[in-house]
């Protein structure tokens, strides 16, 4: 689990815990031996009664490994194990959780374990790629007729061997092209099927022929 998602999901986990009736008592609770740390847990509540447990937080399924470490953990530092995560991994996991009297609590499968701001980096980036796709971000890169040859080929071909050969060049020299193309800020940063590669080149052709017009039509008007 990445540390970005580790921290979103502890804190989910805390807000779950304390909807529950739980009281937070500390987060990252070092385990000590003496001066030397042998170990952390993610979360330490109270319940109502006053019993304590040693939460850990797993973004995904709980398996062997996750419910062995909660239970040793909570062994360590004398409080009751609890595994807060998104159901068991499988039979073998729920079995040894009955067993070591884990306390599973299970996180929803629709549970978004991001908080706003890393949901709003995705959007974004998913919406760049969409609008990159289209052909339709403002690439300050100038299309040249060799340029617009190419894209009109690949507009129109059905795939990478037959624009190879109507441009006259095997598939490794036609790569080196897209790879000039992609350089120089004409197509997007990023792999494309020749699907998406298709539109694109088709949006890029099409703005550039709204631009020579307008460019057009302002050199009349002066």
């Known amino acids: 689990m990445s540390k970005v998602k580790g921290l979103s999901s502890e804190r989910i986990a805390k807000r ?26 993610d979360i330490v509540v109270e319940d109502s009664n006053g019993d304590r447990y040693a939460v850990e937080v797993k973004a995904g399924k709980g398996d062997l490994s996750s419910i062995r470490q909660t239970y040793g953990n909570a062994e360590l530092c004398g409080y009751k194990p609890m595994l807060i995560c998104k159901g068991y991994a499988d039979d073998a996991a729920r079995k040894a959780a009955l067993k070591l009297n884990v306390k599973v609590v299970e996180l929803s499968e629709y549970y978004l ?21 289209h052909g339709f971000l403002p690439y300050s890169a100038e299309v040249n007729e060799k340029d617009s040859e190419i894209l009109r080929v690949i507009s129109i071909s059905k795939d990478f061997d037959e624009v190879a050969e109507k441009i006259k060049v095997n598939r490794k020299e036609f790569g080196k092209k897209i790879e000039d193309l992609t350089r120089r800020g004409i197509l997007p940063n990023r792999s494309l099927s020749f699907r998406d590669l298709k539109r694109c080149c088709s949006s890029i052709l099409a703005r550039s022929e709204i631009i020579l017009k307008l460019n057009r039509i302002e050199e009349r008007l002066k």
Do not use: Q, Y
């Open 113 to 133: 374990l991001l908080e706003p701001e890393e949901l709003e980096s995705i959007v974004k980036k998913c919406v760049e790629e969409v609008f990159e796709t």
């Open 16 to 41: 779950l815990l304390e909807s529950r009736g739980f009281h937070v008592l500390s987060t990252k609770h070092a385990i000590m031996e003496g001066e030397e740390k042998v170990a952390e847990v």
